[in-house]
């Protein structure tokens, strides 16, 4: 009976008459038929959702209707999930439609079917005409990407606090540190009065000022000369003395400080910290003055008081196995000098070296010899210079003159700089050197450390290799090997006393009576104010062209250079060769510019492989070779003109002919002609 029921429904359904007995069948003559419409066809990954609509259209003249038949949309896909897998149809129109949403998130990139069948709901399920399926494709997400390779990474070394604290120091004992330094001390006024400390304080002691310094005290000298009715005699410069040793004591040591305010002397934790501007390039990674100062203090071994360098520890270890003996104390008992160990002066002769080859020097001994009235011949370049004496630096330079035999001469500083390393001056006043012990391999070994640094560098700043780093360090113990071993004799004091006096030579030189005669050219940008006189000089006197600025920046970079290498524990045979790209990524601005202007200076590159045998022996001779060559080859357009060169232009001008312009030969380089 049940069966005959079904069979009934399934006719009238096909001949069109509604299996619903309320209202009237609707008739058709054939079966319908089913559209499936997917929107969008096309999409890209995670843009969202799909809308998929079915529509039912009867195949014949007399239309279907939902509400006559019951219809069923039933959804199937590949991947994701379908808002409604069974959804109802309904008019549209007039037109039987169903839709649903397909949702295509977390679905990859590819193509998919999606299929639908439209049943009819009675008692038992028909279907309308086959299932429908459509294909829609998701295609991959397109995105602007940039690829970059970056350089390999090294690990962080606690020597690196060591060289930062190399950058604090010698930036801290420049020419515009003394010169802040000079005006509040001996100068107070209002506001400006010297109240800083000295940055290696004695823990046993209480911290002092500079003005304290020296017995008299700088303060009790100073306090008297400004009572006196007239200020006679080297009293001014003896003063000026004792500042400039006071100035270098009180910034010695291994530590990492503020700058000081220019006004009181106090640390100014406002300005950055010299030799923490860039880390980031230097380091590698963003360091604060904590940071830095914690690190320092794991190197030194120490945490709040004065550490020990780790070379220094190796050679007191030697020289005094038992620990106790090892105290700092007066020069006049048995162990260690007093400070030497736990606050060494970070100093360097080479320093002084470049100053006086860049005629710093001869500069001033050229304006004392006249201030004493002594000729240099007939057209002498200094005639005008006449220095007033109701000024400061008339006095200042009687003192400096008087001072002369207490001052090192040329031939102590040639000695020290051949023993130091291995370097020569050449003029006039350098007598035939016999040293005792020179350092003739120190030219080879630096300018191969410099030349192995460059290659470095350019292979550094190919990302698609790792750079090699090994023979570098082979290299920076090699120098720090031939250092060590002039580290002897005046190595304590020499430097320190040279550094001294060429810091007042400087002063002198930048004072206002110097440059109304020796003012430079306007138009250049010198670093420091006493450069532009120097310059004048060398023109005047028809010394070299080269402009003291590069022999400046030879001073300042080799420094840094070598005392990074004199310092360091470059002999520990658990090195590693993070330790060297680190010095190397660390000092390449001073590496970079130290080959430059030692280009500029000699015509020599540094940084070129040299497979020529005979270019490799110009890159080991000596400095004042290469600046005597320079020198000879230079025409002499800008000294003065000899007086047979004068008489050759007037005797032209008779004969109405004019002369070709003649050079003469320019005369060699001297240095202290007058000492």
């Known amino acids: ?10 006719d009238q359904l096909a001949r069109g ?25 096309t999409l890209t990954e995670d843009d969202g959702e799909v809308t998929l609509t079915v529509t039912v259209v009867p195949v014949g003249t007399i239309p279907l209707t939902a509400k006559s038949i019951p219809l069923t949309a039933k959804w199937r896909v590949e991947e994701g999930t379908v808002e409604d897998e069974s959804s109802p149809i309904a008019d549209l129109n007039g037109i039987p439609t169903g839709t649903t949403v397909w949702h295509t998130k977390n679905v990859p990139a590819g193509s998919y079917t999606v299929t639908v069948t439209v049943v ?6 028909v279907i309308i005409d086959k299932p429908k399926t459509a294909s829609i494709t998701i295609v991959p997400r397109r995105v602007q990407a940039s690829v970059t390779l970056q350089r390999s990474a090294a690990g962080a070394t606690n020597d690196q606090a060591l060289w930062v604290a190399i950058r604090n120091r010698t930036d801290a004992i420049n020419f515009d540190r003394y010169n802040e330094f000079i005006d509040r001390l001996l100068c107070p006024d209002g506001d400006r009065r010297d109240e800083g400390f000295q940055t290696c304080d004695n823990p046993s002691a209480p911290p002092k000022k500079a003005g304290g310094y020296g017995s008299p005290s700088i303060e009790e000298i100073r306090d008297k000369l400004s009572l006196r009715p007239n200020v006679y005699g080297p009293d001014a410069y003896y003063l000026l003395k004792l500042a400039a040793q006071a100035f270098l004591i009180f910034e010695s040591g291994i530590v990492i400080a503020p700058p000081r305010k220019p006004n009181t002397g106090e640390p100014d934790f406002a300005q950055p910290v010299p030799g923490l501007e860039d880390p980031e390039s230097r380091l590698g990674r963003v360091v604060t003055f904590d940071d830095i100062q914690r690190v320092l203090e794991a190197y030194l071994g120490t945490v709040g008081g004065n550490g020990k360098l780790p070379y220094l520890r190796r050679i007191v270890k030697a020289l005094i196995p038992v620990a106790d003996a090892r105290d700092e104390r007066l020069p006049y008992c048995g162990e260690i000098l007093q400070h030497r160990f736990s606050c060494p002066s970070l100093l360097e002769l080479i320093w002084s070296y470049w100053e006086e080859e860049g005629m710093l020097v001869q500069t001033l001994n050229a304006i004392s010899r006249r201030f004493q009235n002594r000729g240099s011949g007939p057209r002498d370049p200094l005639a005008n210079l006449e220095i007033d004496p109701l000024r400061p630096l008339n ?21 020290e700089y051949d ?7 050449v003029g006039k006043a350098v007598p035939k050197l016999i040293p005792a012990d020179s350092r003739s391999k120190f030219i080879e070994a630096f300018h191969n450390l410099l030349n192995r640094a460059a290659i470095f560098f350019r292979a550094d700043s190919d990302t698609t290799v790792i750079a090699e780093a090994f023979p570098l360090l082979n290299a920076l113990k090699e120098v720090h090997l031939v250092l060590a071993e002039g580290a002897h004799n005046q190595f304590g004091d020499l430097p320190w006393t040279a550094r001294a006096e060429m810091l007042n030579m400087q002063w002198l030189l930048s004072r206002t009576e110097i440059r109304e005669f020796l003012r430079g050219r306007h138009m250049v940008p010198y670093q420091e104010a006493w450069m532009g006189a120097v310059d004048d000089m060398k023109r005047l006197q028809g010394w070299t062209d080269t402009t003291v600025t590069h022999f400046h920046e030879l001073a300042v970079t080799g420094e840094r250079i070598l005392l990074s290498v004199r310092y360091g524990d470059w002999v520990n ?15 390449k601005p001073e590496v970079q510019r130290y080959i430059h202007c030692y280009q500029t200076v000699t015509g020599v590159d540094l940084s070129v492989e040299v497979t020529d045998t005979r270019r490799a022996t110009e890159r080991y001779l000596q400095p004042s070779v290469h600046l005597q060559r320079r020198l000879a080859a230079q025409p002499a357009r800008g000294a003065l003109p000899a007086p047979g060169a004068a008489r050759g232009a007037l005797a032209s001008e008779t004969l109405e002919y004019p002369a070709l312009p003649t050079f003469r030969r320019r005369r060699l380089l001297r240095h202290g002609e007058d000492e």
Not at 1 to 10: L, P, V
Not at 120 to 125: I, L, R, S, V, Y
């Open 17 to 41: 008459i509604s299996v619903d007995d309320q209202g009237p069948p609707a008739e058709i003559t054939a079966a319908a038929k089913i559209t499936l419409i997917p929107f969008p066809k």
């Open 573 to 587: 045979v658990n090195n590693i060769e993070d330790q060297a790209k680190n010095w190397a990524r660390f000092w």
């Open 419 to 425: 023993h130091h390393y291995g370097l020569t001056l």
């Open 395 to 415: 006095n200042l330079l009687w003192g400096f003159v008087q001072d002369e035999y207490n001052r090192l001469t040329v031939p102590r500083r040639a000695y």
């Open 1 to 10: 009976m049940t069966t005959s029921k079904k069979s009934d429904a399934k």
């Open 120 to 125: 009819a709901e009675g008692t038992e399920e």
